[in-house]
């Protein structure tokens, strides 16, 4: 038998052995029932059995392991042993050892850690290639031979490398590199495969350590966080058991884009939401101007609320007395005041501190009727208890956060006396406030307010971890509502602070995660992109000076791509578009939200079908995404039109664009009537190398002081058939050499011209 055929007659073994554990988890499945001691036990097992059953009943034929690692003689405990490493584990028959091991069990760690550099005791990693079920090639490491020796490429059958891509990340393989290139379909799919170090440090960070991590576009974020859950829920699932695992996204478009990676990876108990479905405690129907948003956002609104709730709690103006039969039981004003004063000393939330004083009362007025001899029952307490609470109503009364909010909507003149100015109180005050609370149309932030405050009165659900992304964009009120859901648990934080659109987005991550309730936390930093070519990532950090945000460049991983900047209208739109269609991959066309539905039109009547959302779609090839819905997602060859309007539709528009920019996995093409923004056409302070490489068949490139570019090609304009780059570009050779010129194909500098390895940064 060759290695290869080996390797294929062990994933014969892998799946026989899914079989049996399927057969076994069947079989768990009726016997469990009958052998738990008692119902809530029985309960337990059997969700837990059928749950294996049904994932490995799910189980889709697919690649039962991605790896192998052969370690030598040298580490003790696993010298000379084999390990396949997987999606899940495998189990031999027999008491042998498994035949896959986790991909999240400590000796995997070792498969995304080792290097030449460091092999920890591996002589040989092998990663393998898979085409549609089958496995096809594989490709060795010899660890064991030091930094100089690169991959051995094992036999090819077929296996699709992609383009033939030389030296790539720290020597990686093709068959790392044809993963991080291939063309992107559909949903976002799992990395287990390729997880590189400095993200593996990240998923697997303990669970009492909360996370900020400062990523660029394309560097593995989100990945990192679906990853970090699913390894959390594997090493700690008995202590996350109660609290859960949470993750929040920006919108549903996203949500849907990720909702398929923690299935995949076994991991389907994770609740993945919003952070305004989560508080969406009452339907939002109103919609605020900026300046009021503005204002609901300000962590001073915390101080505002909790003053218009704690206003509620009064003196009691008499004392309480509960009619006995023919006695009365009294409790004077001065006791009840002390009683609610250490009740308020303590500090709980205010139903709590209600309750507590219900409770006090209650006692004193028990002790008071058990000293004449009164005898005590269940049905006396009730009663005593329910006089009390009603006489407490009078000095600390039950309320909603509705009733709370309507109030300091309609006057908030009090609770914000010394914290909010004239002019943003006025901001925030309903100009015609509505008769009641209950026929108050919320906003999207007064939802925030409102369960700031049912926080003031409660404390809500906590989870075990909770993972953000884009937490960039939340506002410190928003903030506050993710702290209370975590403040004992832990945290993942993931953003840019170059990505941040919205008005209060933050521009320091010290101060975001003291908002976060974890101010001491780390921020670590991802710098190596993974979805965007090296050429459009280069275009988009030309923007960073603009966005005063102390962030570091990021740098790609990916030497293919290409950029085009085209000059024309929606027809220019269209036949990009049908150009796009030529390759393989899914086809983003990003517009500023007012022309989404025009370039909607444009594309559906020259005959092209359209997905319903800007989530990629395996089945309708083309979305069209509004600018503000095209965060985290990612289509093959993106069109992006018109950068100004993008640019002027928002205060952050620059940050928008710049989001814009990176959404590109193979080609973007920039399309553009109105003159480019300027940070787009002017020279970067510092621009590096990018390549001296020309694709077959093309025209030469040309060199600039920066370096050379690829070979060029102009496009026609699609009506005017004329043929053109952009001409404000023209305007700077630099410009020119980068982008007008227009096209980068087959660029292939090793990675180490470029590319740093990821750093890490406190905050000072
Ligand atoms: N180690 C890896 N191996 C293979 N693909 C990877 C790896 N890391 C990231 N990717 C891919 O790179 C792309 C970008 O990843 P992801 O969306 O997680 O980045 P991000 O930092 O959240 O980006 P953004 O902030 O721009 O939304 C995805 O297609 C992801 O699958």
Redesign the pocket.
Known sequence: MTPLEEEQAYVERCREGLRRMLDGARHNVVVGETVAGDRYSAERLGRHLKSLAKELGEDDGGPPFFGRLDFGPAVSEHAGRRYHIGRRHVSADGGCPPLVIDWRAPISRTFYQASARDPRGVAVRRRFGWAGGELTGFEDEHLDRGPDHGPDHGPDHGMDRGADHGADLDGAGRI?TA??ERP?VGP??D?V????PE?DDLVRAGLEESLCVQ???????????LHRAAYLLYAHRKRLSRGGVLVLGPNRAFLGYISAVLPALGEVDVEQTTLDALLARVPARGIDGTDAAVVKHDVRMAEVLRRALHRRVREPAEPLAVADGSSRWRVSRSELRHVAEEARREAMPYAVGRERVVARVASLVRSRAEARGRTIDTAWTRRTTRAVTSAVDAFWPAVRPEEVLFEVLTDCSEAAEGVLTAAERAAITWARPPRTHRSAAWTAADLILLDELAGLIERPRGYGHVIV??AQDLSPMQCRAVARRSEHGSLTV???LA?GTTPWAARDWAEQMAHLGKPDTAVMA?TT???TPAVVVELANRLLAELAVDVPPSRSFRRDGRLRVLRGHDPAVVTAVFEALGHEGSIGVIAADASAGRLRAALTGAGLAVADGPTPDPSVRISVVPATLC????YDHVVLAEPAEIVAAEERGLGRLY?AL??A?SRLDVVHRRPLPSPLTSPPDVMPTIGRRSAPGADAGTTGRTGATGPSRTYAEPRAGRGSGSPLLGHSAIARSACAVIVSEGFTPRLADTAEPSTMCRPS
């Open positions: 790392l993963e991080i992107r976002m799919r990395i495969a390729t997880i590189q993200q990523g660029g576009p394309g560097t593995g974020k989100t990945a990192v966080g992304d884009e993931l953003g840019d990505q991802l992109g993974f979805r965060k985290g997602l990612e989001v990176t959404r996995v």
